[in-house]
């Protein structure tokens, strides 16, 4: 079981533009940590292929609204290590479960070609359920998402505020070991997504910090805003 982890908390999330977040890093510079995976470039890179169901279940549960659902995906953060995370995203009203397992690539690429069996040699809860899933919804990949994000962190509550910007979609998702492939700008203005986790309670200074922002809290899917802009 070493190699599952589950991670339980509170996700808020809201669009940023590029003087705000200029503005909120002065206070989160000041009185966060910045995440180690950061340190060297300011920033750390994501890539996420995301699996849907041939009717794309998991997008109109999401447009549509369902307190309860999920999203299965890939996530890596080099594309030349040897093996990648494979998540299980549930969301119950305003909880987030994040599942994660760590499978090699060389199963990430049998997984994303159709074959989920491999899976099965894991022997884990998590690895297990998502081949459950892919069986039984038939589930196939439909879209990367990349980008840069900037991540602070605080002790208290396990408080991580992101801020994930650069975000391109592409339909290439049998290319997503490979660096280079052809991706497309999600956002016309350089506009980022503000995330905000914690487990129980947020603190009322940081409530007052973003409360002095022209920020409203948006119900923001990356796997969605991906497909709107792709049209897929």
């Excluded at 590029?18 to 890093?25: V, Y």
């Excluded at 292929?49 to 953060?77: V, W």
């Excluded at 998540?87 to 760590?102: Q, W």
């Excluded at 997503?176 to 991706?183: G, L, R, V």
Aim: glycine residues 2%.
């Amino acid at each position: 079981m070493k190699n599952e982890k589950k991670v339980f908390r509170h996700e808020i999330k809201y669009f940023i533009n590029k003087k705000q977040i200029s503005e909120l890093r002065l206070f989160l510079k000041e009185y966060m940590q910045i995440d180690s995976h950061c340190k060297e470039k300011g920033f750390y890179w994501i890539r996420s292929l995301y699996f849907d169901t041939m009717d794309n279940g998991a997008y109109y549960e999401k447009i549509i609204g369902h307190n309860i659902r999920k999203k299965i995906r890939l996530r890596s953060y080099d594309t030349n290590s040897s093996t990648v995370k494979l998540e299980i995203k549930n969301k119950y009203d305003n909880y987030i479960l994040k599942e994660t397992a760590s499978i090699s690539k060389e199963d990430a690429c049998n997984l994303i070609k159709g074959s989920s069996f491999p899976l099965l040699k894991y022997n884990e809860t998590i690895t297990n359920k998502v081949f459950f899933f892919m069986h039984r919804n038939f589930y196939n990949p439909k879209v990367i998402i990349d980008y840069d994000r900037e991540a602070y962190i605080y002790p208290f509550e396990n408080i991580r505020i992101t801020l994930d910007k650069n975000l391109y979609a592409s339909f290439s998702s049998y290319d997503f070991f490979k660096k280079d492939i052809q991706m497309f700008p999600m956002f016309n203005n350089p506009i980022s997504i503000l995330e905000v986790k914690y487990n129980n309670i947020l603190p009322i200074s940081l409530q007052k910090v973003l409360s002095n922002f022209e920020i409203q809290r948006s119900q923001i899917s990356k796997y969605c805003l991906g497909r709107n802009i792709l049209k897929k």
